[in-house]
């Protein structure tokens, strides 16, 4: 079966930019979703199709997808960004996959 | 407002069942796929099921082929899953969530509801 695999953990500074990688085998030729999930929270998506936002996502959220590589990039990052961050690798066959999460710390 | 709210969880002992239920409202249920996605305690999200517009199709994880069966009632606005021959393994937060077919992901995500099986 298919697999997605992303860094456990990620660490930023405040105002800084924080990447979070989802890796899978020809993964740039399948559309890459990104979803956020605070504390006690259901997941939010933030990026879909590689690198569209949904309405209400701020600007600082962007993403990429080529190769064997999809990247979550969020620049400035602010305190209310510390969460868990997965990605989703879109088959139009099931089933779907996620990757096994990112969390995000903001030091 | 677009909105799911799931129900239905509790404690349950191994090998008994449970039937999980998801209401929708504000769009037309009938339009899209739906799916539930669950989340052991401390752990990531795991895609379990998921069901076409009309009910004609449907897709399982393969660990729970034979065991969880979904549905929905298009009437309804509702979408369930019951889940049989329950383990220690299903302990999880189980949301109901919406397919974008166009958008390729998941848009709207049920608050979720918790399932333990325990003894």
């Known amino acids: 079966s298919y697999e997605l695999t992303q860094p456990p953990s990620v660490s930023v500074s405040p105002g800084q930019t924080a990447s979070i990688t989802c890796s899978g085998d020809k993964l740039g030729d399948k559309y890459t979703c990104w979803y956020q999930q605070k504390a006690g929270q259901s997941p939010v998506i933030v990026i879909y199709q590689d690198t569209k936002r949904p309405s209400g996502i701020p600007e600082r959220f962007s993403g990429s997808n080529s190769g064997n590589t999809a990247t979550l990039i969020i620049t400035g990052t602010q305190a209310l960004d510390e969460a868990d961050y997965y990605c989703q690798a879109w088959d139009s066959t099931s089933p779907q996959v996620f990757g096994g999460g990112t969390k995000l710390t903001v030091l | 407002e677009e909105q799911l709210v799931d129900s239905g969880g509790g404690l349950v002992q191994p090998g008994g069942s449970l039937r999980l239920s998801c209401a929708a409202s504000?769009?037309?249920?009938?339009?899209?796929?739906m799916n539930w996605v669950r989340q052991a305690p401390g752990k990531g999200l795991e895609w379990v099921a998921n069901?076409?517009?009309?009910?004609?199709?449907?897709y399982y994880v393969d660990s729970v082929k034979g065991r969880f069966t979904i549905s929905r009632d298009n009437t309804k606005n509702s979408l369930y899953l019951q889940m049989n021959s329950l383990s220690n393994e299903d302990t999880a937060v189980y949301y109901c969530v919406r397919a974008r077919w166009e958008l390729r992901a998941f848009d709207i995500w049920g608050q979720g509801t918790m399932v333990t099986v325990s003894s």
């Open positions: 504000g769009f037309t249920f009938r339009s899209y796929w």
């Open positions: 069901i076409k517009e009309d009910g004609t199709e449907t």
